[in-house]
């Protein structure tokens, strides 16, 4: 009898653990980083090493590369939409106002395709799982932490530029309305503080802050005359007139938070994230601990992964990661 009870209460402790490890925050999305450890051992360490070639001659790129990670989860999930080009029954989501003339990177992910599926002998490797893989060694190449990536995306067999017109933030939006932007993606606001912080790489065309420029009063003065000189208030020709997003805009710091604090946030979304809303605190936060930033990027960046990936036999595995098989 006393054997019994203990048995059942052995049970039910072993049972606890185990849901407790298959109900996981990472678990009920179906990835998991070995997912290419038997089918290609190789694809990963080639995926690093095409991205570290590409920002070896172009720094830039590694920021292009994260982006991009970015826009492919937040219209209708991580499933390399973001890849497919313009047909007539595609509805090509690279024409989008955040996109178009604008994302780049997509020669390196073609680059990156081709050589994996070179090394693993055929297609096994998702153009979706190529985009999260490069944009974390992208991260880690210009100085930022390291996380593991969830794998097991499939592609997507559709696009759409209308979802990516809705869903992808815009610069000009406040507090709010970026944090219904997330939230719609099941990301909070910390989610939006931290993984903003992605703009310490990288840089923006005129057309993106001109307006802010000129009209803000929540801007450093000297920063604005600065961009005013670089983006004109009349006249296109300067539009596509690059600034960097932070002044070490290779280099994966904190300067992009201790920038906020004194008003020379380049985007409008940016410097929305401090000046008197609840966001000021973890702001204030990320600008004086490195570590902290890191782990809550990593934390982040692993959340945003899992949004709405397709497994099982959704989707495919692209052969050209530009068009549907
Ligand atoms: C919070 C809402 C966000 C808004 C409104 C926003 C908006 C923008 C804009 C307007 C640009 C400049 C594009 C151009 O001028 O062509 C840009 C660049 C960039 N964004 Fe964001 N972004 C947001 C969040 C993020 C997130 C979450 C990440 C990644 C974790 C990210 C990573 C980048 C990077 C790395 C660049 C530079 C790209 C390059 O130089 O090629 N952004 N973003």
Aim: glycine share 8%.
């Amino acid at each position: 009898m006393e054997s019994k009870g203990r048995n059942l209460f052995l049970a039910v402790v072993l049972l606890s653990i185990a849901s407790a490890a298959f109900s996981s925050p990472h678990h009920h999305t179906g990835l998991t980083p070995y997912y290419y450890n038997y089918a290609c051992p190789q694809a990963l360490p080639t995926i690093r090493r095409v991205v570290k070639a590409a920002v070896k001659k172009e720094r830039r790129m590694g920021a292009s590369l994260l982006r991009l990670h970015f826009h492919d989860c937040f219209v209708d999930g991580c499933d390399a939409s973001v890849l497919l080009d313009p047909t007539p029954t595609i509805d090509s989501e690279k024409l989008a106002g955040a996109n178009n003339n604008s994302a780049r990177g997509f020669e390196v992910i073609d680059q990156i395709k081709e050589e994996v599926d070179k090394v693993c002998g055929r297609a096994v490797v998702s153009c979706a799982d190529i985009l999260a893989v490069a944009a974390r060694d992208s991260v880690v190449l210009l100085g930022g932490p390291w996380w593991n990536v969830r794998l097991g995306r499939r592609d997507s067999t559709t696009a759409s530029r209308t979802t990516a017109n809705t869903d992808l933030p815009a610069p000009f939006m406040d507090l709010n309305a970026l944090t219904s932007s997330f939230q719609k993606q099941g990301l909070d606001a910390k989610d939006l503080v931290v993984l903003s912080g992605g703009h310490t790489l990288g840089f923006a065309q005129c057309f993106t802050f001109k307006d802010r420029a000129h009209n803000d009063s929540n801007i450093h003065p000297k920063f604005a005359k600065k961009l005013q000189t670089l983006c004109p208030r009349s006249g296109f020709e300067s539009n596509s007139n690059l600034a960097k997003l932070d002044p070490t805009s290779t280099h994966f710091d904190t300067l992009y938070y201790k920038n906020l604090l004194k008003q020379k946030g380049l985007l409008g979304s940016d410097q929305a994230l401090f000046g008197g809303g609840n966001t000021d605190e973890l702001v204030r936060t990320y600008s004086e601990d490195t570590t902290t930033f890191w782990k809550d990027f990593a934390k982040s960046m692993v959340k945003m992964g899992n949004i709405k990936p397709l497994t099982g036999n959704l989707g495919q595995v692209r052969n050209n990661c530009r068009r549907v098989n």
